[in-house]
């Protein structure tokens, strides 16, 4: 498997290149183009053996992130294919090598995963849920392989090793081992709310934390009130 | 003429100098600047019925000549969405193109609106562009452009596809085969076949619609 990104200007893809019989994941309809001896089935997150009812679990807790309930699986059957990935939004797609390091990725931040890789959904309590922007779920990414992720703008990766704070709203994914907790920005919870920043992701650990150079929501914020209204 | 395409690929501008006489056919509300010697003439091309076709393929009803006169000058082209944009020289040839893919072009090339091509294109509208002729031909799309050599055969997502050379025939497929897909709104596929080029866009105004739809005020019944 070899995945090739297109990095140049604002529109990040990926083409992944599958050997006959290779296998890679993605979230649901962020399929553009593949090769036609590519085998596209759409299956709904579960892990082995839990069972029927286990899935749907699984999936419900996969719409509570955000989340598609379904990821689409493509395999490439005789001969190598390719299958093109790629966001809804302007920005970065960029690999994520899974082995010696697990990774979280928030609810919209998974773009798709090789084989290899196991995905698990980490609910992140009521709390934290709430007040963050980035959804109750995560999706936990173990095992060996490549993860894609994307990102509203430019992606950057930020070592964390006396602890560092991140925008709610800028996380795209974080190494396991980091812990982190809700916060206000500034001193006090007026000057915090009065700087604009409101509340924060304070992370504390060793480890790596990907972000996002834009807000999507704060996108979708200006867009919104400027469209006729919605039915209820 | 000579021409330039700048901020490639993410906010492409066509930048091309004319020479005295010569002449640019652009899509209404695609230029963006122009030297006073480059004059602008509105024209139904090719008559009625031919304004009337493109305007079903989702182009304009009126093609808009840019000519160099008593002089030289320069004229900038942008499409309305951000992206990129692809060139081709066409030698007596034709393209089918998604509506508002056409941006302009120069030389002897004609657009019309065709079912000829285009199958079952639901989500896209009806009729698609054909652009034939000899000249050179400009065109773009939301988000990155990529050329797809095919062989055989390929797949692309509906709504990704711009423009393909008329050897290239397709079809409208689902991607699952079970029932599954069925049940949770697959989504719609172009499969193409024969041996040609397709260019494809890595990014859907629809998909960015459906995104920023929850963000929009909710409508209250003042009963």
């Given amino acids: ?232 | 003429m000579k021409y330039d395409i700048i901020s490639a690929p993410s906010y492409s501008l066509v930048e091309m100098s004319l020479n005295e006489g010569e002449s640019v056919i652009v899509e209404p509300g695609s230029m963006t600047w122009m030297d006073t010697t480059v004059k602008p003439k509105t024209e139904m091309k090719g008559g009625l019925f031919a304004g009337l076709k493109r305007r079903m393929g989702g182009e304009s009803f009126f093609l808009n000549t840019y000519t160099a006169e008593g002089g030289s000058g320069t004229i900038g082209i942008a499409p309305g969405y951000s992206g990129d944009i692809i060139v081709k020289e066409l030698n007596n040839e034709t393209l089918y193109m998604e509506r508002g893919a056409y941006l302009c072009h120069v030389g002897n090339i004609e657009t019309s609106a065709t079912w000829e091509g285009f199958r079952g294109f639901f989500a896209e509208g009806m009729l698609g562009l054909r652009v034939s002729g000899t000249g050179l031909l400009f065109f773009g799309s939301y988000g990155d452009v990529q050329e797809v050599d095919v062989q055989g055969s390929y797949t692309v997502d509906n709504g990704y596809a711009v423009a393909w050379e008329s050897s290239l025939d397709y079809s409208i497929g689902r991607s699952g085969r079970k029932i599954r897909s069925f049940l949770f709104g697959d989504q719609l596929i172009c499969n193409y076949h024969g041996n040609g080029k397709l260019w494809v866009q890595t990014r859907s105004p629809r998909n960015l619609a459906a995104w920023v739809h929850p963000f929009r005020p909710v409508q209250r019944d003042n009963k």
């Fill in chain 1, 1 to 232: 498997m070899n995945i090739k990104i297109d990095s140049e200007g604002a529109f990040g893809s990926a083409v992944v290149e599958l050997e006959p019989g290779e296998k890679f994941v993605s979230e649901a309809g962020a399929m553009y183009r593949a090769s036609s001896n590519v085998d596209i089935e759409v299956v709904s997150r579960k892990k082995e053996g839990q069972g029927f009812f286990g899935g749907i679990a699984a999936g419900l807790r996969a719409m509570m992130a955000g989340e598609t309930y379904h990821l689409s699986s493509y395999q490439a059957g005789r001969g190598p294919g390719e299958v093109g990935l790629a966001p809804t939004h302007q920005g970065e797609v960029r690999k994520v090598e899974i082995g010696s390091e697990t990774w979280i990725c928030s609810g919209g931040s998974y773009l798709g995963s090789s084989a290899g890789i196991e995905l698990d959904t980490q609910y992140q309590g009521l709390t934290k849920g709430m007040f963050s922007k980035e959804g109750l779920v995560f999706v936990k990414a173990s095992g060996q392989g490549d993860l894609l992720v994307n990102g509203f703008g430019r992606i950057s990766e930020v070592a964390v090793d006396n602890g560092v704070t991140i925008d709610n709203g800028h996380l795209i994914a974080f190494t396991d081992g980091l812990e982190y907790e809700i916060g206000k920005a500034g001193g006090g919870w007026i000057s915090s709310m009065m700087s604009g920043e409101g509340l924060v992701m304070k992370f504390r650990g060793q480890g790596k934390i990907l972000v996002q150079s834009h807000d999507p929501s704060r996108l979708g914020g200006a867009l919104g009130p400027l469209l006729p209204p919605r039915k209820g």
